[in-house]
Structures are given as structure tokens and as C-alpha cells.
């Protein structure tokens, strides 16, 4: 018997987020063989969220009442093969499926046969008589269908990309159906051989064509004398120096590092030679620096350029357009006899001799220059169609995302002028080389194409501190690369033809499914299953305007649809007007498109959403489940993506952020927990939910967090954590309805206006908010109403207490720093930028604070600043001044206990320039207007910190001595706010030397 509709599924009432979030940041950092290095996609989600979410959302909770008894029983057998603890009860029972669950998150753990066996058996006892079929219409690269296959569901993956589906199919079809194949294959002598398993098939396919392209290919990258062979050139593109009377050329380069790596620094520098007939020209030479000092500052600085010869600068305008002439001015300009004469000009050469791994600088010969002008020669000759000579869309998507539009401002403006005419003619090479490869094969390999082009971009940097190649998509922004480095893809070096294919066999080598998924091509909004037809509907889809998909994919699309013109999913047109990544269907805010004659803006995202939440609920069947994948970087926003969901018909039960950030990462500690995704659990609504009362709905909601929120705290669950967590159960009780009515018949929306006094015009959320705050607050001050403490203590608890991150439990293994060949994940989640201190969205802040009665405008500048959206919570140290007057800063400054003893009014008694600098009207509890020069408690703490840290100790023995008389509210905020600082903070060791001093006191 399969899960009855009433039966809570595990993800419902419990998760083991702080273990799948460790595991998901630790992901990040593994490459060989892992399936997200088959190609680059942006946004790839962990497999390790994936995997622990659909394990929560396909089995059932064993605490609840219609929890089949068969589903316990085989979970208990299945779980002994792993834990020795008891299971004999339904909450044990529970407690372990969790843990297995945080523990398979593992990736170490992912192809193990033991922790398969336990969770396909899982699975498949929850349930027995059909296999459950989860679907995800926005695949990219395919981690949710992957995960679905590996737990033994069926999995409908489906994109609207045709580069994504390229991926999918691969990942999700050709591994699975060929990983273990035989193949009948040529060797080197036209003999028929067997190779087993697609791995090796690549492997050996690849070579073939790598011999093939060389043939072609070799002459254009020709071996030095001894024998060395180059594996890069590093390029610089040129301007002309416009000073009256210089007229030098102007090497762009960015750094004159060659390698940075300890005990083999070599860098460039140059001599200034001065013809009697002719320009003065720069002549390099490399060296071994001694010190940083000795490398001459970079000739480009924010894209104004200095001539090294007269030192003019020459305005980033000036070397725009300049370089628009050039068209980006990577190929090298030469005269009818191959005699350079402008256009990028070569700094050096990185050359490798087959026996040894060490790399060797050599200045440019004349051999170097004489390959590019026969390559050149053969590019000029080749039919226009053979290379990529679309459009680049100039236009940048939206004010977040540039997509590819950067490098059109210089003149880049086709696909093609990516890439230097030796590129064009190696990747040309390439592709021809491929042509006689069997079709599955050459589909595979095209992925391994994919990557070749990646590193063979003139807008690919020499990674100095690597000593490697970095591609052209290895930092979220395509940019202009000033000094750009050439590999050749001949070599075993990275950015080698060769080492591409291996990395797509180490994938196919690792993930071994047996069965395949179905890939489909096909808009989310007009989904091509059947009413009813599915189980789960577990999705990840694009964020307003972070990632424009199909810009970026069309990097690789131009190359593909020429390497493999027939292949079904990248001759499929959705919009016959472009011969590019189809845009208009796209569900992304990006302005250069037009529909129905409007840009594609915010309003078309969520319109698109909502279409597609729409399509899952049609194909849903009323006992599935669902889960929706958004990112949290504010809470703007939220409201109409939840509002799409609910008007879909979807009902929320459930929400679980996922930070894939570590915690212990400096950025992340401050700023991260605000930004990660949350995992939404929704399920179909019955058709006849009918209408809900108002203040019932709201008595539910505010009962839900109250119980919820303090388990959370005891699970380690924390701070922004916790309130995305509670949003989901905070929800369930408002969207179960089909609306909600006040007595007075008026509907409460989902979203409103979170100033308003009635429900109509609030709406829900600002409610659940306000709820959230109130029990955050009772949490960490006590009863934060009775206590009376001022708003600047209230804000300051809340805002530490939403910055806490879940406790990893120890887990938080550092993340290696990942470069790799450019594979690395795009986030839609990157942290908010760290403005320094502790900081938060401005959107964020304004919702927890508002519903407390905070009044911020009064404690800007004093306990917090605004800038550009973020809200920072000043360090203490810089209220030194506000709270000990200017002398506090003098060294020689005294201070005695009569100063403050004064009452709190120390400015006062001060000299004006002394005066504390407290110009608020703070309200009290009763609303009482106190002094503004009078000190809050908050502000007496901060002062005691400031005296402990200046040293002051006899000061501030006195000063808390006056304090703990007076009454406990000091002591207690202390306490309060020292388990809310950041460990390891400045705030936490001075709050610290505060509490130890006033023990003495006692
Ligand atoms: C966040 S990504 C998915 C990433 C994926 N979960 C992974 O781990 O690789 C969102 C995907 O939605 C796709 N997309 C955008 N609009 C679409 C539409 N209308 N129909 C189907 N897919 C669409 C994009 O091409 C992109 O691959
Ligand atoms: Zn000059």
C-alpha cells in the first residue's frame, strides 16, 4: 500500500539541515569524477541537497497516524544494516531515518552499495507498488533528475535549454544506457577492436581525434629548437599611445607576474628604447623577482591605460575605441609578408619538455609570430558558416547580470571574436577531427568540445598564482582580459584537448546507473505530461535576473549546432527568429528581449513562475508531493513567487534553507546566513479546501511558530535558518485554504503592505513576520515586552540573533578554494556583499524590526549605518567617540568615576568638542521621551565593553559597581547579548572581560 494522502512525508516535520548543508558546501570542492564537471551549467544545486530532499520527500513520517505499518517494519529491517541503536519506537524510528538521511548526503557516501541499498530499499518500502515518478521541468544540469535515479525512482528531466539538454542527456541517458557497453571501434590501423564501457570507448575515440586534429593542426604550434613544446602564449592587446610627440604602441597588461608559486618567481619587466627615426618601444625581458617591488606596476588600471614610455594615460575611452577598431584586438595585425604591424602583440611563451612537469618562460621568437600568419592565412580562406559568426547580444540583461554584453563595448561583436584566428582554426580542427567518430560517441565528446572552447577564448587569463589556464567562464562576469593567454590544446596541459575528455570519462566512469531517465526539451510552462501523472515534482528554477541561462549558452550552442547539425535537441525551435538559445520563452528578467511588447522585466518572471507552478500542479496527482528550490537573498520578491504558488493551487507545508556557504568562512559568518535557498514542500490543494476564517488562520499560524521555533533552537537550527524555516509551517495554515476571509467577508492576501492596520490590506505575511520577530526576541531576551528594554537592544538582539548560522556539528570541513578548469557554480546564491561588521538586507531588516516598534531612522549613525541596501550593525569600537566623548581617542585621556557618576549625563559635564554624540529621541517602553543625552542600557554595556578593551579597569570595576546596584537589567542584556555575538567577534572578547569583571564586583 503506497502513502496515504494524510500521511505527513519525513520533510514535513523534520530535516537534518545542518548535516546536508555541510555536505552541500563541502560538494563544491570535488571535481575528478563528479557529475557536475560533464560541462559547465550555471547554478548547478549539491547533489547532496537533492538527495536528502527527495529521500524527505518520498518517504513518510513513522510518527504519524497513517504511516503504513509495512513502511516501519522494512525501514527497521533496512536500517539495522547500518546502526546498532534502536529503532523500537516511531520517534527512534524517525530520529534514525534522519540521521541515514544527513548521513547519505555524504558524497563520499553517494555510490556506496550499502547506503544504496539502505535508501533504495527505503524507497521502494514506502512505495511498494509503483515506482515513483519525479519530475523537474527546469533540469540545467541535471542534479535533481541524477539524484532521482540514483535512489531508483523514475525521473522526467526537461529544459528549455538545448545546451542544457545536451547535458541532460548525456548525465541522465547515455551514461546510464552505454557506461558498461561494449564498443566495436577502430584501432590505429583501421582493425575492428572491443572496448568496454563508454569511458574507455572515449578515452581512445578522443586520441584518435586529437591525432587527426593534429595532423592538421601541429604546424601552427611549432616545437622550439631543443625540443620544448609550447603550452600557452601569453598575449597582450595593444593601444597606441596618443601624447603629442610619443605615439609609442601600449601593451595592456593587467600584471607582469609570470608565476607567482613560491620558489619559482618569474615575472616581466622592460627597457624603454628610443629610435632615432620612430616611436619609442618597449623591449621585455623576464627575470626572477626578489620582491614584489621589482615587478613594474601593471600599464592598465580600470581600463585607462599609461604608456610605459611617456607614463600619459591614455582614458578608458580613448582605449575603447581603439580597440572597437581592432575588433577586441586579439589577432595580431600583419603586413602583406607576415611582418608584424599592431594588434595584440606576444609577451611570452610557457613551454614544457615532454620528460619533465616544469614549465619554462621564453621570450617571443620569430617562429611564433610566423604560425599565427599562417593561420591567419587559412582562417581568411575558411567558408564563413564554418565559424560561429552570430550576434552577441550587446544589451545587458538587467542591472544584476551582464551576461555576455561586456566585451561588445570593444568591438567583440560576434561569437567569433572570441577567439583569436588560431583558436578559430584549432577548435574548427577539432570539430572536423570529430566527424568520423560513431554518433553516440561524438555527441559525448562534444561536451568535451565544450570545454576546449572554454580555454581557447582570448578571454582567457594565465593564472600566474597556478600556473595555469583559467576559462573564459571561470568568474561569474565575462569580461575584456586585457593580457590574455592562448593555450594550445595539442599539449597534455591543462586546457588540453585530452584533459577534457578525460574529465567526461571520470564521469561516466563514476555515476553508474543502470536506468535512465527521459530528457526532454520543453518549456515549464507548457509541460508535455498528462494530467495527474506524477509523483513528485521537485524543481530549481531561475531567480528574477541572476543568470541569464541562454546568453551564457550560447557560448556553446554556436559551436555545438555546427559540430552536430542534425542532432534532434539542438535543431528544435521554440522561436524561429533566432538562430541562437531560444530567449523569448525563458523564464529570467532580462531586458533585452521583448514581450508582448514590454521587456522581460520582474513582472514577466513572476507571471512566467506562476504559469509553471500552474503546469506542476495540472500534472501532480492530488497524493504527490512537491518541493520548489528559491533563493533567499531578500525577502523582496518572495511574496509573488508564493502568491504564483498559492493561486496555482499549491498549498506550503513545509520550507528548509540549504546554506551551501561554510560557516566558517568570514563572509559567510557575517553576512551568508541571509543568503542561501529554501527549500518550499508543497502539495496540491484539494479542489473543494474551502474558505478560511481569518482569526483562526492567524491563531494557527502564530501557534505553529511558537512551538516550531523553540525545537528548532534545540535541533541547532538558527537565526535566518530559523525563520526560513518557520515560513513554511507558518504557511501551510493560509494556503490550505482556497482564501481566507476576515469576519467582515474582506479577503487577506498573501503579500500586502506591511505599514497597513487591517488584514486586507497587511496581508498574511507581514504577520508571520511580525510573529517571528515577537518569538525570536522572547527567546533571546526573555519576555522582551515586560523586561522593557529600549529599541536599540531589541534591535541589536534581533539583528544578532537573525545573523546565527545552524550549528554544522562540527562538520564544517574547510572548502578547498575551486578554480579548476572553469567549472566552477555559478551561485544564485551568492553571500550579500560583506560591508564590514555584521550586516543585512535592507528588506530583511525592515520586516523583522518594523513589527517590533522600531523606529531605525533614530538609531542610524548610532548603532547602525544604511548603505546601498545593506543594513550594518556599527562595531562597537567605532561608538568610541558617541559613548566616552572625542578624548577617549587621546592616549593621555582620563576619565574618573565622577564623570560618569554625573547621572548617565555625561556630555554634560564634558567640553562640546567631548560631548557624547547621542542625538536621538529614544521612546521608552511607556512612551515616555527620555534625554536624548541620556545613556540607553545597550549604551552602557557598549561603554563598559570600551573600557575594558581600552584597558580602564579600575574605571570600569566602579562603573559596574554603580551598574549591578541600580537594577538587573544591565547584567541580564549582558548576558543576553553574549551569547548572541559572534564567536570570535571583537564584541564577544569584550563583552567577556565585561562579564568577568562584574563577577568580581559580586
Ligand atoms: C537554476 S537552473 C537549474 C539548475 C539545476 N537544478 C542544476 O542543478 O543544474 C534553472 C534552469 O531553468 C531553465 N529554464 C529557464 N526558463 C525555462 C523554461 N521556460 N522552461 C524550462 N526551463 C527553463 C534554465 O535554462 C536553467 O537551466
Ligand atoms: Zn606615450
Not at 194 to 199: K, M, N, R, Y
Not at 581 to 605: H, L, M, R
Request: proline letters at 6%; aromatic letters at 8%.
Amino acid at each position: 500500500m503506497s502513502i496515504p494522502k494524510e500521511c505527513k512525508r519525513l520533510i514535513e516535520v523534520d530535516f537534518p539541515i545542518a548535516a546536508v548543508s555541510a555536505h552541500s558546501a563541502r560538494e563544491k570542492s570535488i571535481r575528478h569524477g563528479h557529475p557536475s564537471t560533464l560541462h559547465l551549467w550555471w547554478a548547478r544545486r549539491p547533489l547532496a541537497a537533492c538527495r536528502s530532499v527527495l529521500l524527505g520527500l518520498l518517504l513518510p513520517d513513522p510518527c504519524d497516524k497513517h504511516c503504513p505499518a509495512d513502511f516501519k517494519k522494512k525501514a527497521r529491517e533496512l536500517l539495522e544494516k547500518r546502526y546498532n541503536e534502536s529503532t523500537k519506537t516511531d520517534e527512534l524510528l524517525r530520529e534514525i531515518l534522519l540521521k541515514f538521511i544527513g548521513e547519505f548526503a555524504n558524497w563520499d557516501h553517494a555510490a556506496n552499495a550499502m547506503y544504496l541499498e539502505v535508501g533504495r530499499g527505503l524507497v521502494k518500502a514506502a512505495h511498494p507498488d509503483e515506482t515513483p515518478v519525479v519530475v523537474d521541468p527546469f533540469s540545467g544540469g541535471g542534479s535533481i533528475p541524477l539524484e532521482a535515479l540514483r535512489l531508483g525512482c523514475e525521473a522526467f528531466a526537461s529544459d528549455l535549454n538545448p545546451v542544457a539538454c545536451l547535458i541532460l542527456k548525456t548525465l541522465l541517458e547515455d551514461i546510464p544506457r552505454y557506461g558498461n557497453a561494449e564498443f566495436k571501434l577502430k584501432d590505429d590501423k583501421g582493425k575492428e577492436i572491443i572496448v568496454q564501457g563508454l569511458a574507455d570507448a572515449l578515452r581512445h575515440v578522443g586520441k584518435q581525434v586529437k591525432q587527426a586534429a593534429e595532423k592538421e593542426l601541429a604546424q601552427y604550434y611549432p616545437p622550439d629548437p631543443d625540443g620544448a613544446k609550447p603550452i600557452a602564449y601569453l598575449w597582450a592587446r595593444t593601444v597606441r599611445c596618443e601624447a603629442v610627440g610619443c605615439g609609442a604602441e601600449i601593451p595592456l597588461l593587467r600584471s607582469f607576474w609570470l608565476c607567482n608559486k613560491a620558489g619559482r618567481k618569474r615575472a616581466l619587466r622592460y627597457a624603454v628604447e628610443r629610435p632615432k627615426n620612430g616611436e619609442p618601444f618597449v623591449r621585455f625581458e623576464i627575470f626572477t623577482p626578489k620582491t614584489d617591488k621589482d615587478i613594474p606596476a601593471g600599464t592598465v588600471h580600470k581600463a585607462d591605460a599609461t604608456c610605459p614610455c611617456c607614463n600619459v594615460v591614455l582614458p578608458a575611452a580613448r582605449v575603447r575605441s581603439q580597440l572597437v577598431v581592432q575588433r577586441g584586438g586579439a589577432d595580431v595585425q600583419f603586413d602583406a609578408k607576415g611582418n608584424r604591424i599592431g594588434g595584440s602583440t606576444l609577451l611570452g611563451v610557457v613551454t614544457q619538455r615532454e620528460e619533465t612537469s616544469g614549465k619554462t618562460f621564453r621570450l617571443p621568437a620569430a617562429s611564433d609570430y610566423k604560425a599565427v600568419f599562417s593561420a591567419q592565412k587559412v582562417v581568411a580562406k575558411m567558408p564563413k558558416s564554418d565559424l560561429p559568426d552570430e550576434q552577441i547580444n550587446p544589451i545587458r540583461p538587467s542591472p544584476n547580470a551582464r551576461g555576455l554584453s561586456a566585451p561588445t563595448r570593444y568591438g567583440i561583436e560576434t561569437f567569433g571574436d572570441l577567439f583569436t584566428a588560431r583558436q578559430k582554426l584549432l577548435l574548427r580542427g577539432f570539430a572536423d577531427a570529430s566527424e568520423s567518430a560513431d554518433s553516440l560517441l561524438r555527441e559525448v565528446l562534444s561536451l568535451a568540445f565544450g570545454k576546449l572552447a572554454n580555454a581557447s577564448t582570448s578571454l582567457c587569463r594565465w593564472d600566474s598564482s597556478r600556473d595555469n589556464i583559467q576559462g573564459i567562464f571561470s568568474k561569474q562576469a565575462v569580461q575584456v582580459v586585457w593580457d590574455f593567454c592562448e593555450g594550445n590544446p595539442l599539449s597534455s596541459a591543462t586546457g588540453g584537448f585530452l584533459s577534457a575528455v578525460e574529465w567526461v570519462a571520470a564521469v561516466s566512469e563514476n555515476w553508474l546507473s543502470s536506468e535512465s531517465a527521459q530528457v526532454q526539451c520543453a518549456d515549464a510552462c507548457r509541460s508535455p505530461l498528462p494530467d495527474k501523472s506524477i509523483n513528485v515534482w521537485f524543481t530549481d528554477p531561475p531567480y528574477y535576473d541572476s543568470i541569464p541561462y541562454a546568453d551564457l549558452s550560447d557560448f556553446f550552442y554556436v559551436w555545438l549546432k555546427r559540430i552536430l547539425p542534425k542532432h534532434p535537441l539542438l535543431t528544435l525551435r521554440f522561436d524561429p527568429t533566432t538562430k541562437l538559445t531560444p530567449k523569448i520563452e525563458e523564464c529570467v528578467w532580462n531586458q533585452s528581449y521583448i514581450v508582448d511588447g514590454k521587456p522581460k522585466d520582474g513582472a514577466f518572471f513572476e507571471h512566467a513562475m506562476a504559469r509553471a507552478f500552474a503546469e506542476g500542479r495540472r500534472v501532480m496527482s492530488d497524493d504527490g508531493i512537491s518541493c520548489v528550490v528559491f533563493a533567499h537573498k531578500t525577502t523582496e520578491g518572495w511574496e509573488s513567487l508564493l502568491t504564483g504558488m498559492f493561486r496555482a493551487g499549491w498549498m506550503i507545508t513545509a520550507s528548509w534553507p540549504i546554506t551551501t556557504e561554510m560557516a566558517n568562512r568570514t563572509v559567510a559568518r557575517d553576512t551568508a546566513a541571509l543568503a542561501g535557498s529554501v527549500h518550499l514542500v508543497c502539495r496540491p490543494r484539494d479542489l473543494n479546501a474551502g474558505v478560511g476564517d481569518w482569526s483562526e488562520v492567524k491563531t494557527a499560524m502564530e501557534k505553529r511558530i511558537r512551538e516550531w521555533l523553540p525545537t528548532l533552537t534545540k535541533h541547532g537550527v538558527r537565526g535566518a535558518d530559523a525563520i526560513f524555516s518557520c515560513l513554511g509551517p507558518a504557511l501551510e495554515s493560509y494556503s490550505k485554504f482556497e482564501k481566507v476571509l476576515t469576519q467582515a467577508d474582506r479577503e487577506v492576501p498573501l503579500g500586502g503592505d506591511p505599514e497597513a492596520s487591517e488584514p486586507q490590506e497587511r496581508g498574511f505575511l507581514a504577520y508571520v513576520f511580525e510573529t517571528l520577530s515577537k518569538e525570536a526576541l522572547r527567546q533571546v531576551l526573555g519576555d522582551a515586552q515586560t523586561e522593557g528594554y529600549e529599541e536599540d537592544a531589541r534591535l541589536t538582539a534581533l539583528f544578532l540573533w537573525t545573523l546565527q548560522t545552524t550549528k554544522t556539528n562540527g562538520n564544517g570541513k574547510k572548502a578547498a578554494e575551486v578554480t579548476g578548469d572553469g567549472e566552477d557554480e555559478g551561485d544564485e546564491e551568492k553571500p550579500a556583499k560583506a560591508v564590514g561588521g555584521l550586516s543585512m538586507p535592507f528588506d530583511t531588516f525592515i520586516r523583522l524590526t518594523r513589527p517590533m516598534g522600531i523606529h531605525y531612522p533614530d538609531l542610524q549613525g548610532r548603532i547602525i549605518e544604511i548603505d546601498k541596501g545593506i543594513v550594518q550593525l556599527l562595531p562597537v569600537h567605532e561608538r568610541m567617540e558617541q559613548l566616552l566623548g572625542e578624548r577617549a581617542n587621546r592616549k593621555d585621556a582620563e576619565f574618573n568615576i565622577q564623570d560618569f557618576r554625573q547621572g548617565e549625563l555625561f556630555s554634560k559635564q564634558a567640553t562640546k568638542s567631548d560631548a557624547p554624540k547621542l542625538a536621538s529621541k529614544t521612546q521608552t517602553k511607556s512612551g515616555n521621551q527620555k534625554d536624548p543625552n541620556e545613556l540607553t542600557t545597550l549604551d552602557r554595556i557598549h561603554r563598559s565593553m570600551l573600557l575594558f578593551s581600552l584597558g580602564r579597569s579600575t574605571l570600569l570595576r566602579q562603573v559596574l559597581e554603580d551598574e549591578m546596584q541600580k537594577n538587573k537589567r544591565f547584567e541580564r542584556l549582558a548576558l543576553s547579548l553574549n551569547a548572541l555575538y559572534p564567536e570570535g567577534s571583537d564584541e564577544r572578547r569584550m563583552l567577556e572581560g565585561v562579564q568577568a569583571a562584574m563577577r568580581g564586583v559580586k
